[in-house]
Each structure stands twice: as structure tokens, then as C-alpha cells.
């Protein structure tokens, strides 16, 4: 383990500390601790950054609830960068958005780099962006429109395209209708505010369970 005296502060006496998802990986955001701030979060198990806007201690969700529990807290290998890997209770962003990171800057979503970076979680993000950012023309935008009869119907619809696919022993069609049906699962749960660690957990529960 080592001794916060060993990380490098800058000349204003803080380090960045990146925070990272610990269900998903996402970075949700960049803030600064303080030799004092550190020792609160590892002494809470909750962040507490410094604020170098109000020059004052921030303890995340203090005020608005949506608090970061501490996993583990990591230095790098100049010992003047941290990376706090955290369960967020709620979004991290003061603009309400899960992750401080939304804006591109460059964006080269060619298939094999995007196929790497690509998951349920990010999956999710396109739709509840969606939702939050309709856009005109967007299908995703016409089922929200619609409520959730529609989304229920064609989700619906899409399990027996699975069911006939799966049955004709068709992979490649079966894949196919697949992303159909997972596509329209995370319309349906964007529309009911589920989230994929919500899934996620339930699932460990039931592994849970059974190793019991």
C-alpha cells in the first residue's frame, strides 16, 4: 500500500483523480483531491474531492444524494495521478448525465474499433440519449413517442422473430434478430428508467443463490 505522502501534489497541493464505474468501466469524471480530501474519502469509503472553484472540501452527493462508494483507489506509475474506482449512486454529472463525458471532440467509429469499445452498457447510453435528446426521424425517438404499448408490441413481435429464427437453426439470422430483440429490450427499459447494473444485479443475486 502506499503512503499518501509518497503521491506527487501539484504546487497547489492536489492530484487528479480519475473516477471510473466499477459495474461498467465508464469514466464518469475528473475532479482533485487534496492531502486532506484523500484521507476523508479512504477514512469514509466515499469520495471527497477539493473544489477549486469554491476552495473548500466537496464531499460528492453531500447535497444532491448521488454519493461514490469507494472500490479502490489506484496511483500511476509517476504517483501523480489517481484512478478512484467507485459504485455511483446515481448520475455523476451535475447536469444529471451518468457519466461528465459526453462531448466529442473526435470520434472515429470505424467497425473494428467500435465493435471493441461497443457494449450493453454503451448501448443503453445511445438510447437514454435518445430519449433525453430526441432527434427528428430517429426510430428510437418514434417508439418513445409512442409509449410503452408500442415498445411492448415490438418487443414482443421481435422474441418470435428469435423463436422462428432460433428454430430454423439459422445463425446468422438468429444473431440477427437477436440485436433486434436486445435493441428493443433497451428501449423498453430506457422508457421504465432501468438500468443495465440493475440487471446486472439481479443476475448476481441469482448466482448468489445458487452457490448458497
Keep these: 500500500m502506499i503512503e499518501i505522502d509518497n503521491l506527487k501534489f501539484n504546487e497547489d497541493g492536489l492530484i487528479p483523480a480519475i473516477v471510473v464505474d466499477g459495474r461498467g468501466g465508464n469514466v464518469l469524471m475528473l475532479a482533485y483531491m487534496s492531502k486532506e480530501s484523500l484521507q ?3 477514512d469514509e469509503g466515499k469520495t471527497c474531492f477539493w473544489s477549486r472553484s469554491r476552495k473548500a472540501l466537496w464531499r460528492k452527493g453531500e447535497t444532491s444524494g448521488n454519493v461514490q462508494n469507494i472500490i479502490n483507489i489506484k496511483a500511476d506509475c509517476d504517483m501523480d495521478t489517481l484512478l478512484v474506482t467507485v459504485y455511483n449512486e446515481g448520475p455523476a454529472c451535475h447536469t444529471g448525465a ?3 463525458f459526453n462531448e466529442d471532440v473526435y470520434n472515429k467509429a ?3 474499433h467500435y465493435l471493441r469499445a461497443f457494449s450493453l452498457g454503451v448501448l ?3 438510447v437514454m440519449d435518445r430519449k433525453e435528446n ?3 426521424g430517429s426510430y428510437t425517438n418514434y417508439l418513445f413517442d409512442k409509449g410503452i404499448d408500442k415498445i411492448l408490441k415490438k418487443f414482443g413481435e421481435e ?3 428469435v423463436i422462428i429464427a432460433g428454430k430454423s437453426g439459422d445463425k446468422e439470422n438468429t444473431v440477427y434478430e437477436l440485436g433486434d430483440l436486445v435493441y428493443h429490450a433497451a428501449v423498453l427499459m430506457a422508457e ?3 438500468t443495465p447494473d440493475e440487471i446486472k444485479t439481479e443476475l448476481a ?3 448468489t443463490k445458487r452457490a448458497d
Design 98 to 100: 451518468e457519466t461528465c
Design 205 to 207: 443475486s441469482r448466482y
Design 159 to 161: 422474441a418470435v422473430e
Design 110 to 112: 470505424d467497425s473494428e
Design 134 to 136: 430526441p432527434k427528428p
Design 40 to 42: 476523508i474519502s479512504i
Design 124 to 126: 443503453h447510453e445511445i
Design 192 to 194: 421504465m428508467n432501468i
